[in-house]
């Protein structure tokens, strides 16, 4: 038994196999303590714009910004669990990468630490549960570095070309590739010319949505404004790039995730930079990667943080951060090994510092939980039983205003008051725009929104409007005598 643990241990293949399952059983039990979570805003909206593209009559409802793959890859699947389900896939096969790429740069003991730090990352379980296109972004950029490190330099073009479909900015990632001499000039080329494709593809993406013929999406292309829609999401900041540096560095970076651990973080880098010295010329590019790839996508939101200032997500930053956990790994790895003292001393080091990185994961947890996981729980209950009457005429005979938050969800459930122009958000009928004269009101008030919207809602339940569907965390109200 020992024999094969140790085989399996120390086996690329099995390896990579055990870090994949890893990730689907920490990815389900997670799902077993939050079970609405799989209901995300950005995922319902792909499925219902994929559902409305099919049935030839798109309802762009503004929520998020349309992105190709996410559309593509979930919107034929019509279920969010099953879009949940191919998610924890892309989790798995982003475990197996995480430890092939270690590996290959830090050694064996180096790649089963990062890949704990990858199961246990708080912010890759909370991109799996909600099927993300920020998850896809990361783990087709993992892909990429592990095709660079295997001299497969199209292959990371095509990863590129993936993330990019998720996130258009992931292009500024193909300026690592022409550092990839091991290839031929022209299919350095060609690889960094793949990823150019996902422009035309959200162009044409955005021109279907909007009603327009596809092919004008490539003769006049138009890309969505995410700016506007965004700052649309309520309570949501508008950060330039002061401040979205010091969200990411000092208050993601260094206030939960590596609080306690950002020496080894340095460390890593260092340990890194000599393996890049180390390398010759023709295999640089590959040890170089797994830092300036994510690195060059983080660059990427930085300058547009500094060019066009928008609201900033640190899940935007994921791949930086995976990174640096990775690189983390290698340090501890590197450390324990150079240590001038016997075999179990440096053993007992090595497991001190992989718990001092866990400590750090576990305040990033609460952090997230109590931030993003448990009040989502509270209020997809009462927004689920509240659209599902909002979708039957006989429950809500009129026009239904919900929190922008839950409009996705109430349009994949209720797309007919959609079309009718009888769905609107709450913020924005509190600004004058849409459903005039509404039914049906779904109030939670402790979930993200305007204050002009909290006040409007206030004067419609004075005014008359009853309880239809309620518990502690808010009520779906209509009218008296609706």
Not at 33 to 55: H, M, Q, T
Not at 149 to 168: D, E, H, N, S, T
Not at 203 to 223: E, I
Not at 420 to 444: K, M, N, S
Request: one cysteine or more.
């Amino acid at each position: 038994m020992s024999e094969r643990l140790a085989r399996a241990v120390t086996s690329t293949r099995a390896g990579a196999l055990l870090a994949a399952a890893a990730v689907v059983v920490q990815t389900l039990w997670l799902a077993q303590r939050y079970p609405s979570a799989y209901l995300d805003a950005d995922l319902l909206s792909y499925l219902a714009y994929w559902r409305d593209l099919v049935a030839g009559a798109p309802q762009p409802f503004g929520y998020t910004v349309p992105k190709p793959l996410p559309v593509l890859l979930f919107g034929p699947l019509g279920d969010p669990r099953l879009a949940f389900a191919v998610s924890v896939l892309i989790a798995a096969a982003g475990g197996a990468f995480a430890h092939l790429v270690v590996r290959r740069a830090f050694g064996v003991v180096a790649a089963w630490i990062a890949t704990l730090l990858y199961v246990v990352d708080p912010m890759r379980g909370v991109l799996t549960l909600r099927s993300s296109a920020d998850l896809i972004v990361g783990v087709a950029l993992l892909g990429a570095v592990l095709a660079l490190q295997r001299r497969a330099v199209v292959w990371a073009g095509v990863a590129i070309l993936l993330a990019a479909l998720g996130k258009p900015l992931a292009i500024a990632c193909v300026l690592v590739l022409p550092l990839a001499t091991f290839a031929s000039p022209r299919r350095r080329v060609l690889a960094m010319l793949l990823p150019l494709l996902a422009l035309p593809a959200a162009s044409c993406l955005d021109a279907a949505l909007a009603g327009r013929p596809v092919w004008m999406g490539l003769v006049r292309p138009t890309l969505p404004d995410e700016h506007e829609l965004f700052v649309r999401v309520a309570q949501a900041r508008v950060l330039g790039l002061g401040e979205t540096v010091d969200l990411i560095v000092k208050q993601w970076f260094g206030g939960t995730l590596f609080a306690h651990t950002w020496p080894l973080v340095v460390l890593g880098l260092a340990a890194w930079a000599l393996l890049v010295v180390r390398q010759r010329a023709e295999g640089r590019a590959a040890t170089l990667a797994l830092v300036a790839v994510p690195l060059l996508l983080a660059l990427a939101y930085l300058g547009l943080a500094a060019l066009h200032p928008m609201v900033m997500f640190t899940r935007f930053f994921w791949p930086l951060a995976l990174c640096a956990s990775l690189v983390a790994a290698g340090a501890v790895a590197w450390a324990a090994e150079r240590l001038p003292v016997a075999r179990p001393l440096r053993v007992a080091a090595m497991v001190a510092l992989v718990a001092a990185l866990l400590v750090d994961r576990m305040e990033d947890h609460r952090w997230r939980a109590t931030l993003m996981l448990r009040p989502f729980e509270t209020h997809a209950a009462l927004a689920g039983q509240a659209v599902e009457a909002i979708a039957h005429d006989a429950a809500c005979d009129g026009a239904a205003l919900v929190p922008l938050a839950y409009l996705p969800l109430a349009a994949w459930h209720a797309p007919d008051k959609l079309k009718r122009g009888q769905l609107c958000a709450v913020e924005d009928w509190a600004e004058g725009r849409g459903c005039a004269a509404p039914t049906c009101v779904l109030f939670i008030p402790d979930a993200p929104t305007t204050e002009r919207a909290r006040q409007a809602v206030a004067n419609l339940v004075r005014e008359g409007f009853v309880v239809e569907v309620g518990d502690e965390s808010g009520a779906l109200v209509r009218t008296g005598n609706g």
